[in-house]
């Protein structure tokens, strides 16, 4: 089993559509968590940490699930600007234990 | 700041060549990293430095070499290029303390090997 799994997708959604992304864990001892987003042929970049009480930034809500292993990321009212892959990040503690998914893909479309 | 800088952008290899990545943040940031990305595959690590004058082993560190030059620059050095090394590296810096945890990433380098 990966330590970190996402549905790769594709996610195609209208704009305006609110879209939900699900990311589960291994290891139950796991630190912190992160979504960062990838355009395509860029680098990755921080979209936003997830705190244990679930937040929110905008348009975007990430929530944690320890007992479940699981984070999750909704997106309200998309934007054509919100297709990109969307990574997600687990640190398992120490500076070689931060472990990325190998993404889920959204496509927006008119 | 120009954040995270890394030549070059792209270099295609034959099998057998060398050749050295370079990496420089302006951050001031104590760790770096560098990592592969492959299709379908999240990013794994290959080095990181998590101070000046240290180096460490990721997960994929066979067939590199890195070297941290001093807190800006950590450089990544493929010694004889095999087709597997074909991928997109990426270095990142990262501001982590108490408060923060977050990676910068530069660009990347697209590498074929051919």
């Known amino acids: 089993r990966k330590e970190v799994e996402q549905d790769p997708g594709p996610f195609n959604v209208p704009e305006g559509a609110t879209v939900a992304f699900n990311c589960t864990y291994s290891n139950s001892a796991s630190q912190s968590f992160f979504w960062y987003r990838q355009d395509c042929r860029k680098e990755p970049k921080l979209l936003m940490s997830v705190y244990s009480s679930g937040n929110e930034d905008g348009r975007f809500t990430a929530q944690l699930n320890r007992a479940s292993q699981y984070i999750s990321l909704l997106i309200r009212d998309s934007k054509l600007s919100d297709s990109a892959t969307y990574l997600c990040?687990?640190?398992?503690?120490?500076?070689?234990?931060?472990?990325f998914g190998a993404g889920t893909r959204l496509a927006v479309h008119p | 700041n120009a954040g995270v800088t890394q030549t070059p952008k792209f270099q295609v290899l034959k099998t057998g060549q060398s050749m050295t990545l370079q990496c420089a943040q302006d951050m001031n940031h104590n760790s770096m990293y560098w990592y592969r990305q492959d299709p379908g595959m999240g990013l794994r690590l290959i080095y990181y430095?998590?101070?000046?004058?240290?180096?460490d082993k990721g997960e994929v560190p066979n067939g590199y070499n890195v070297s941290r030059l001093n807190k800006r620059e950590f450089s990544l050095r493929l010694e004889s290029a095999a087709p597997s090394q074909t991928s997109v590296y990426f270095c990142?810096?990262?501001?982590?303390?108490?408060?923060?945890?977050?990676?910068?990433f530069g660009p990347g380098t697209r590498l074929t090997v051919l």
């Open positions: 990142a810096s990262r501001d982590y303390t108490d408060r923060t945890d977050t990676q910068y």
């Open positions: 430095s998590a101070s000046e004058g240290t180096t």
């Open positions: 990040v687990v640190n398992m503690g120490g500076y070689n234990k931060l472990i």
